[in-house]
């Protein structure tokens, strides 16, 4: 009696599971994920990724539909549409992470891979030397300019340093954005002649400090008139 009791239970507790998985399988709307693109798919902690999803509804009527993204096979958003029985749709996800690693992007029954990196440094770079007028005479102004570029992938400071014959003449502090650049431009002038050596980071160049042009004045040397004899009267 007791075997058949429990047999009984057993095969009740079956059917209701059944029951319960056919549900589930009625209520589970016919969608389909026509395309999963991730643009970049490849960015660095902080950064946005854009995730965009074409779906389709397959079903036969109109059906509200709430799409998860998983990442890493957990549900890290969702998004709610009602589509018409043939419709598509194009949804966007936005993602960002904070740790660097490979993440497994799924909607539905497409997967692709989302690259997370560490940023890099900033890197700065110098370039485009010009001093102008190369050569210029005592107490004239001397216009130097440069560009710096930061090729690294963070913001970061950097300063300047003008040196005249090794010397420090002049500095400026910048705050660099990642993958810009700024134009640096310093006026010096001289008080002495001479060839004067410019260097700026890496980068070296030189102008020629003259005495002034002073025009030579050519007197001509005066004669004295000749003596007028006097006249005598007669």
């Known amino acids: 009696m007791k075997r058949k009791t429990i047999g009984v239970i057993c095969l009740l ?9 056919q ?13 999963l693109n ?21 079903d036969a009527k109109t059906i509200n539909y709430n799409v998860p993204l998983m990442v890493n096979g ?23 992470k904070s ?8 909607v539905g029954s497409r997967e692709t891979t989302l690259v997370v990196e560490k940023p890099l440094p900033p890197e700065f770079r110098l370039s485009n030397l010009e001093i102008n007028p190369a050569e210029v005479e005592v107490g004239d102004n001397v216009v130097i ?36 650049d700024y134009t640096l431009v310093f006026k010096v002038c001289r008080c002495l002649p001479g060839n004067y050596i410019v260097t700026l980071g890496g980068l070296t160049g030189q ?3 003259k005495e002034p042009f002073r025009p030579v004045i050519n007197i001509a040397p005066t004669t004295e008139p000749e ?3 006097c006249s005598t009267r007669g």
């Open 23 to 35: 549900a589930c399988a009625e209520a589970q709307p016919d969608f389909e994920v026509l395309s």
């Open 207 to 209: 102008f020629v400090v």
């Open 13 to 21: 507790a079956l059917m209701a599971i059944i029951g319960l998985l």
């Open 99 to 106: 740790q660097a690693g490979t993440y497994r992007i799924a």
């Open 145 to 180: 300019r440069a560009k710096v570029a930061n090729v690294g992938g963070t913001q970061g400071s950097y300063t300047a340093e003008l040196k005249i014959d090794g010397m420090t003449k002049q500095t400026e502090k910048l705050t660099i954005l990642a993958g810009t």
């Open 74 to 96: 957990v549900a890290d958003d969702r998004k709610s549409l009602t589509l018409a029985p043939g419709a598509t749709e194009l949804i966007t996800f936005a993602l960002t």
């Open 227 to 229: 003596p007028v004899p």
């Open 38 to 58: 991730i643009t970049p798919p490849q960015i660095t902690t902080g950064e946005k990724a854009t995730i965009e999803v074409k779906i389709r509804n397959n």
